[in-house]
């Protein structure tokens, strides 16, 4: 029998996102009510800026001070899509001190102080979900804590951000480079006015340390992750990913180490092999592999970001936290029984693509690979053209950590016969 006195939610935040929330908390309200076993009003919606023409949303619902909506004592849920640190983060605690669970999709805020939140979710008794914060409408968090709860996870690796899957993939088809890729994503969209979060690989570290966190059961934040943006990218080493049969792809990088002691979390582009799915993802999709030790290897894909496909997942959380409130009862919280550390990037072993600048001259490449041995990096392959008296030296090396490149790196920029580092990239997907 369905309970007859709603559920009350408040809204904080009435973007791109919150508003799509909205339209679809009212249109399909009697579905909502018969998925959950009670009907959810919308109480309130905090914005920051009244008056503003917002279609489909009721007007009434509107009001710009966040704090009293939240401590109203009526409200059941919370869902905060507001993003950023401040206030959201004041506003969440406040919201469970209140005995309201919260459905977020702040990335950041999750990322930097989700073990504290957390923390106060359980003591309020009181959920805390966020399955939108990470690759948009792709069911992804909860399959993590819940459906894999049981097996042992070993790395997690994705493109996670669509403007720069979008950019690459530019940048990959028609050649342009990456301030045209970024001037056609900006126009249609898929870029903010100020990309610097999304090229910058800022927003994918966020989702690094969050999958890294539920996946592995340790705490990981932003400050763990790696990161390198794709600002540096240019058209000629996505040619040269093309002559090694690979596309440049920004990826967010999970891993426990074999040793079980350690896991990384990193973030920057490299070249993946066409063989590999990760290389037909494309546009502003996002994609992500689970390797696990008795699932295997799983893939989630789908559209990560967007008004309606970010809202899907707000909803479903929205939904399976309403069922907690009804059944009494909480879903999983934070599980970092592990307590593993994150491993710097220096003791990282990865394979590499170096373009070097180089005289064509008799005796440069044995002192290229002498260099390379010195620092006790194996080459796998090596690609020599040359005009004139200039040369390009790619080499791609076998397996080797980040420090022992660095050295070679910073020798080889000391030699005569080198005339610049062109361009360094990691090779992943083997």
């Given amino acids: 029998m369905m309970r007859t006195r709603p559920l009350k939610v408040a809204l904080l935040g009435c973007g791109v996102v919150g508003s799509e929330v909205a339209r679809i908390m009212t249109t399909d309200a009697a579905d909502l009510a018969a998925r959950i076993g009670a009907p959810v009003e919308l109480a309130g919606i905090a914005v920051r800026r009244a008056g503003r023409v917002r279609p489909g949303v009721p007007e009434h619902l509107i009001t710009t001070d966040a704090e009293a909506l939240v401590n109203r004592g009526d409200i059941d849920v919370v869902i905060e899509v507001v993003g950023g640190i401040e206030p959201s983060k004041h506003l969440i605690l406040s919201a469970f001190r209140r005995g309201a669970s919260v459905v977020s999709a702040n990335k950041a805020l999750l990322a930097k102080d989700g073990t504290e939140l957390h923390a106060a979710a359980a003591e309020a008794g009181v959920d805390l979900y966020y399955e939108a914060a990470v690759a948009g409408a792709i069911p992804l968090i909860r399959p993590l804590r819940e459906s894999l709860a049981g097996d042992k996870v070993n790395r997690v690796l994705g493109i996670v951000n669509g403007t720069t899957n979008f950019i690459l993939d530019k940048m990959d088809s028609t050649g342009a480079g990456y301030s045209e890729a970024l001037e056609e994503a900006t126009a249609l969209g898929y870029a903010e006015a100020d990309p610097t979060a999304d090229v910058e690989g800022f ?228």
């Fill in 203 to 430: 927003d994918a570290a966020a989702k690094a340390a969050i999958l890294a966190g539920i996946a592995f059961h340790t705490k990981v934040t932003a400050a763990d992750v790696y990161r390198e943006g794709l600002t540096e990218v240019t058209a000629a080493d996505i040619a040269s990913a093309k002559q090694m049969g690979c596309v440049v792809k920004l990826l967010a990088i999970c891993e426990r180490a074999a040793d079980g002691a350690s896991v990384t979390a990193r973030v920057h582009p490299a070249m993946i092999p066409l063989s590999h799915p990760l290389a037909s993802v494309r546009e502003a999709y996002n994609a992500v592999f689970v390797e696990a030790e008795a699932a295997g290897r799983l893939m989630f894909y789908g559209p990560g970001a967007g008004g309606a496909p970010t809202a899907s997942a707000v909803l479903g959380d929205l939904v399976a936290v309403c069922r907690n409130k009804l059944a009494g009862a909480t879903g999983p919280g934070d599980s970092v029984y592990t307590r593993l550390p994150a491993k710097p990037m220096d003791e990282v072993i990865t394979r590499y693509h170096v373009s070097l600048d180089v005289d064509d001259r008799a005796g440069v490449l044995a002192q290229v690979a002498s260099t390379f041995a010195e620092h006790g990096v194996s080459i796998d392959t090596v690609r020599q053209q040359g005009r004139d008296g200039d040369a390009s030296l790619v080499v791609v090396t076998h397996r080797a950590t980040d420090a022992a490149l660095s050295a070679t790196v910073d020798k080889l920029r000391a030699l005569d016969s080198v005339r610049d580092v062109a361009s360094i990239m990691r090779v992943e997907g083997e």
